[in-house]
């Protein structure tokens, strides 16, 4: 795992538009972790819930990447982008190596999304930015009703 305190204050450097792309293109990857999450429990012959359950969140990811992104757009009259990668599955892309591995890999998932959950609510305190706490807060409860 990581240290939330490093990804806080790498993350804490960010001005509003840089998060704001930051969130966008993590939900990207996000919702492309979940759907190969998906396509792995279905090709292991794993319950079908569990499969769907996958998809949901891949569909929510992007889903909120969009509206995300329509919001910049207007805002700042360009697409946005980012390249720092997203703690939410960060440390789980490595694990990714065998499909047999997938329950490890869900656990991790759902631990990063917790260290997410802090690392943005740390953040939200932190920066003096209102806007940008306000994006953290955000954040902060989007990886709290994932998690």
Request: charged residues 35%.
């Amino acid at each position: 795992m990581y240290d939330v305190k490093e990804v806080v204050e790498f993350l804490s450097r960010l001005n509003y538009r840089q998060a704001l792309a930051y969130w966008i293109e993590s939900e990207k990857k996000e919702a492309k972790f979940y759907r190969e999450l998906a396509r792995r429990a279905r090709n292991l012959g794993l319950d079908k819930e569990l499969v769907k359950a996958f998809e949901k969140l891949a569909e929510d990811s992007l889903a909120h990447a969009k509206e995300l992104e329509t919001s910049f757009r207007e805002t700042y009259g360009e697409v946005p982008g980012s390249d720092l990668p997203p703690i939410e599955v960060l440390p789980v892309l490595d694990k990714l190596e065998r499909a047999d591995q997938l329950l490890e890999v869900l656990r991790a998932a759902m631990e990063s999304e917790l260290i997410a959950h802090e690392s943005y609510k740390l953040l939200a305190e932190r920066v003096g930015d209102a806007r940008l706490r306000e994006l953290y807060r955000k954040l902060a409860g989007v990886e709290w009703a994932v998690s």
